[in-house]
């Protein structure tokens, strides 16, 4: 895991940490002298979903006193210039992030999973779940984008199921309010090629097999297994 901590002491480095009004929060990099680059802390920062890396943002609120703010999707990054410790201009890296809730809180029957589901082939769902995000303009635009991409695999895997638990292989154990069998996705890995959903590493299980991977004694054992169904479906 990556554990990332803000505060108003960061101002004489440079630092300068807020939310947008977007509800993204603007993450200064590390380096206090000359220009920031990709390396360390902060490679780490941009890599996290690649290498299955969890980040935890907390928030200085008092002399060795922090706060949880939430667990975090780095989305992208921009350039702007600012001071450094000695006063001279450099070039600093910002990081946008997301809380991870905004992705993993999403109620199953959404807009995009009526649309889509109906009209689209298998193939094509796999398609859109797939797409890379592409050239994108600011933070804004990166983090509807990556709202869309989790929307789209969650469609695609809720259809790959077709109505039974990729885990224990049962139908769906109820019809939900329009009709189509109740399936949850489960993220085996939570975080994963550049956002929090990859249909590589999301299963379509019923509720009993989602809280066993979670809160069974041999969960680690279960999502190992899941891992190794969904490789076979994918591949």
Known sequence: MILLFTGESGQQYGYSDDWTEAGVFLYTGEGQRGDMGFVRGNLAIRDHSAKGKDIYLFSYVGTGHVRY?????CIGSHDRQGPDMDGNMRRAIV???????????????????????EAASLEELRHRALAAAGETKNAVERRAI????????????????????EGCGAAAPFLTAVGRPYIEPHHIRRLTDGGPDHPRWVAGVCPNCHRRAHYSSDAEAYNTQLEQ?????EQ
């Open 69 to 73: 703010v939430s667990q975090m999707v």
């Open 95 to 117: 990081f946008e992030l997301v809380p991870l809730d905004e992705f993993t809180n999403q109620p199953t029957e959404d807009g995009l999973t009526d649309a889509l589901a």
């Open 146 to 165: 990556t709202h869309h991409r989790s929307s789209a695999v969650r469609t695609y895997v809720l259809r790959r199921a077709d109505g039974h638990c």
């Open 229 to 233: 169904i969904i490789g076979k479906l």
